[in-house]
T-cell receptor, first 113, second 114 residues
Framework: AQSVTQPDIHITVSEGASLELRCNYSYGATPYLFWYVQSPGQGLQLLLK??????LVQGIKGFEAEFKRSQSSFNLRKPSVHWSDAAEYFCAVAGSGTYKYIFGTGTRLKVLA | EAQVTQNPRYLITVTGKKLTVTCSQN?????MSWYRQDPGLGLRQIYYSMNVEVTDKGDVPEGYKVSRKEKRNFPLILESPSPNQTSLYFCASSLSRTGNSPLHFGNGTRLTVT
């Protein structure tokens, strides 16, 4: 079955610390992978996407993610977190030739000053 | 500005009173979709549309209807709302129908059914 797992429901980090949010997927075909961020009271905004090619992708706001096919993972990273990064983060997967986007349950990030 | 616009942002209603949540996009996107977001469940797809007059059920379609008479509009209709439909709803659109294009989201509609 197709699925996306974000094992961490909540993560708390100090401002300036590094961040890694985990995402594992189960998908039969070659996946298209996305990370979205949802700030309070807002819709979801695309951070970055992976379709093919270089497995390390850069996104907005200083985020990056690495696609590891052998581990079925697409973890999101940021070297130094800012207080404004506090939000909920969603990993999603879609497939070639399909209309179906599957979302993880989200990871809520709290940033300590 | 390219955007997906949902209205209203907040809605409180009573059980059984029909309501419509509107969604409009100005990007000429073919694909549009409705999701509901509930704590611990992430986003679940309600209905989607791949083009005008083409709609299909997502994962949780019960109790909802949609229509796609124009490319830009994709309203969500609850003909007889129930308390279990209290949720945060998002409309989204995408340029492509084939998964290789990111979704653009509206700001959400928080619905409370009492």
């Amino acid at each position: 079955a197709q699925s996306v797992t974000q094992p961490d429901i909540h993560i708390t980090v100090s401002e300036g610390a590094s961040l890694e949010l985990r995402c594992n997927y189960s998908y039969g075909a070659t996946p298209y992978l996305f990370w979205y961020v949802q700030s309070p009271g807002q819709g979801l905004q695309l951070l970055l996407k992976y379709f093919s090619g270089d497995t390390l992708v850069q996104g907005i706001k200083g985020f990056e993610a690495e696609f590891k096919r052998s581990q079925s993972s697409f973890n999101l990273r940021k070297p130094s977190v800012h207080w404004s990064d506090a939000a909920e983060y969603f990993c999603a997967v879609a497939g070639s030739g399909t209309y179906k986007y599957i979302f993880g349950t989200g990871t809520r990030l709290k940033v300590l000053a | 500005e390219a955007q997906v616009t949902q209205n209203p942002r907040y809605l409180i209603t009573v059980t059984g009173k029909k309501l419509t949540v509107t969604c409009s996009q100005n990007m000429n996107h073919e694909y549009m979709s409705w999701y509901r977001q509930d704590p611990g469940l992430g986003l679940r797809q309600i209905y989607y549309s791949m083009n005008v007059e083409v709609t299909d059920k997502g994962d949780v379609p019960e109790g909802y209807k949609v229509s796609r008479k124009e490319k830009r509009n994709f309203p969500l209709i609850l003909e007889s709302p129930s308390p279990n439909q209290t949720s945060l709803y998002f409309c989204a659109s995408s340029l492509s129908r084939t998964g290789n294009s990111p979704l653009h989201f509206g700001n959400g509609t928080r619905l409370t059914v009492t």
